[in-house]
């Protein structure tokens, strides 16, 4: 349905350390027109989900100009170094994804100096909106709302490595 590319990822270093103090990095211009070039904006954005054997993160990169899931993974940490994977993995789907703005929240992972250098080597932008401002990441809330309704209430996964292939099978 969205297509992608997915990976299970049993991370386990820690997360950045909660009060790691970033500046906002505030829309580039270029935000505003977003929706007229399909590798212009994309967003990112982590969600918890239950199974039997404990958490399951899922971390998805969203194109907003055509919805189309750029690239997804699960772990079982939300570790910099595991949204830092996820974005690599997105510009080896989509070569040639240079300048574009890049779309996230205020969560450790995203303000880690991992994630902000990986991104700058890449040659991505950051964009980040304010603190509290869900609106902001509406985009990216929007495809957990949609995977929630259609496929997490649906099922209880025993395992990790379960939810992960429905998942895969979802986005696919």
Same mark, same amino acid.
């Given at each position: 349905m969205f297509g992608g590319a997915h990976e299970y990822s049993q991370e386990t270093s820690a997360a950045t350390a909660t009060g790691t103090s970033r500046p906002v990095h505030p829309r580039p211009a270029a935000a505003r027109f977003i929706g007229q070039r399909t590798e212009l904006g994309w967003v990112s954005d982590i969600t918890e989900l239950a199974t039997g054997e404990g958490k399951l993160y899922l971390c998805?990169?969203?194109?907003?100009?055509?919805?189309?899931?750029? !690239?997804?993974? +699960?772990?079982?940490?939300? !570790?910099?170094?595991?949204? +830092?994977? !996820?974005?690599?993995?997105?510009?080896?789907?989509?070569?040639?994804?240079?300048?574009?703005?890049? @779309?996230?929240? @205020?969560? $450790?992972?995203? !303000? $880690?100096?991992?994630? @902000?250098?990986?991104?700058?080597? @890449? =040659?991505?932008?950051? $964009?980040? =909106?304010?603190?509290r401002t869900c609106a902001d990441n509406a985009s990216a809330e929007s495809v957990y709302g949609q995977l929630k309704r259609e496929l997490v209430r649906r099922c209880q996964f025993r395992t990790r490595q379960e939810a992960t292939e429905k998942i895969n099978h979802y986005f696919l």
């Open positions: 998805v990169i969203k194109h907003l100009y055509d919805g189309v899931m750029a !690239t997804w993974k +699960t772990g079982t940490r939300p !570790t910099a170094n595991w949204v +830092t994977l !996820t974005v690599e993995m997105a510009l080896v789907k989509r070569p040639g994804s240079r300048d574009t703005i890049l @779309h996230l929240d @205020h969560g $450790s992972q995203y !303000t $880690s100096n991992a994630y @902000h250098q990986c991104l700058q080597r @890449h =040659g991505l932008q950051i $964009s980040m =909106g304010r603190v």
